[in-house]
């Protein structure tokens, strides 16, 4: 079955870049989403179609896809940046990876 | 903005039913692809179904497959997710999302979720 693999965890200092990896086999050829959700609340679409940006959402995050990983980058962290990060795609079904948490410290 | 409300969480035991319904407001219900995301207490996320924007068509997770069953009602704005032989293991908020261009695209936006708790 296709996969999704995502660390459970990134730490980060305000102010510097925290770069969250997702990876699945060919994961390149498949369109990517990303989703911001802080406790409590629902998930935030904050990048849709590998490197698109919805309205709304700041340009400090940015994504990218190639070969088997997939990367959602925030340039400038911010504390209310912290919160669980969740990679998307699609291959014969909608598969979510496992979340990485980003601290920023 | 799109709204999105879910209704219908509960406690029920095992081997129960429960319903879950979604009220969608402010865009056109009926041009649009939805979808049913479940999240266990301190998990991640997992799909559970998916429905076309007709109706015509309908896709399961594995683990609910011949026990969950998605609809919607194009005329009242509602998506439901009818759920039998309810498990342990099914506990979790369960999440609405609206899904673009169609039921293989992203999730653009989601409802606040409602939570189901099966328990003895």
């Known amino acids: 079955s296709f996969d999704l693999t995502q660390a459970p965890s990134v730490s980060v200092s305000p102010g510097q870049t925290a770069s969250i990896t997702c990876s699945g086999h060919?994961?390149?050829?498949?369109?990517v989403s990303w989703y911001q959700q802080k406790p409590g609340q629902s998930p935030v679409l904050v990048i849709y179609?590998?490197?698109r940006r919805p309205s709304g959402i700041p340009e400090r995050f940015s994504g990218s896809n190639s070969g088997n990983t997939a990367t959602l980058t925030i340039t400038g962290t911010q504390a209310i940046d912290e919160a669980d990060y969740y990679c998307?795609?699609?291959?014969?079904?909608?598969?979510f990876g496992g979340g990485t948490r980003v601290t920023v410290l | 903005d799109v709204q999105l409300l879910e209704s219908g969480g509960d406690l029920v035991q095992p081997g129960g039913s429960l319903r879950l319904s979604c009220a969608a407001s402010?865009?056109?219900?009926?041009?649009?692809?939805m979808t049913w995301v479940r999240q266990a207490p301190g998990k991640g996320l997992e799909w559970v179904s998916s429905?076309?924007?007709?109706?015509?068509?309908?896709y399961y997770a594995d683990s609910v497959k011949g026990r969950f069953t998605i609809s919607r009602d194009n005329s009242r704005n509602t998506l439901h997710l009818q759920m039998t032989s309810l498990r342990a293991e099914d506990s979790a908020v369960y999440f609405c999302?609206?899904?673009?261009?169609?039921?293989?695209?992203?999730?653009?936006?989601w409802g606040r979720g409602t939570l189901v708790t099966v328990s003895s």
């Open positions: 179609q590998n490197t």
């Open positions: 429905i076309t924007d007709n109706g015509g068509s309908t």
């Open positions: 060919n994961l390149g050829y498949k369109y």
């Open positions: 998307q795609a699609w291959d014969a079904k909608t598969v």
């Open positions: 402010e865009f056109t219900f009926q041009y649009y692809a």
């Open positions: 999302a609206r899904v673009i261009p169609d039921w293989s695209g992203y999730h653009s936006s």
